[in-house]
Nanobody
Framework: QVQLAESGGGLVQAGGSLRLSCAAS????????MGWFRQAPGKEREFVAA????????YYADSVKGRFTISRDNAKNTVYLQMNSLKPEDTAVYYC?????????????????WGQGTQVTVSS
């Protein structure tokens, strides 16, 4: 079992930055891939970024590529999402997820555990 808790969300102006953190507790964090997803009002939850178990491989949605960076610190059981050059369309609830496997994935069904989410609001 893995418990996840996101933090770092908030209100920011367009062009600004935020850093989300996801603290994991429980077993086997370091051998799982981790991902970030988001859900905007009235829309389905969508993939944002993923990182493999070691942090050596990452993958991004086209909409955030070049602006967001995912990273992890296995010693601290924490995964991060650095978000730069934020746009109003990035407004959503952001969810951290722990994968079923060690390799990264953009598919929600490859993730076994989910956090409660943290709100990110970007004003224009």
């Amino acid at each position: 079992q893995v418990q996840l808790a996101e933090s770092g969300g908030g209100l920011v102006q367009a062009g600004g930055s935020l850093r989300l953190s996801c603290a994991a507790s429980g077993r086997t964090f370091s051998n799982r891939s981790m991902g970030w997803f988001r859900q905007a009002p009235g829309k389905e939850r969508e993939f944002v970024a993923a990182i493999n178990w070691s942090g050596g491989s990452t993958y991004y949605a086209d909409s955030v590529k070049g602006r967001f960076t995912i990273s992890r610190d296995n010693a601290k059981n924490t995964v991060y999402l650095q978000m730069n050059s934020l746009k109003p369309e990035d407004t959503a609830v952001y969810y951290c997820a722990a994968g079923r496997y060690h390799y990264l994935s953009s598919y929600q069904y490859d993730y076994a555990y989910w956090g409660q989410g943290t709100q990110v609001t970007v004003s224009s």
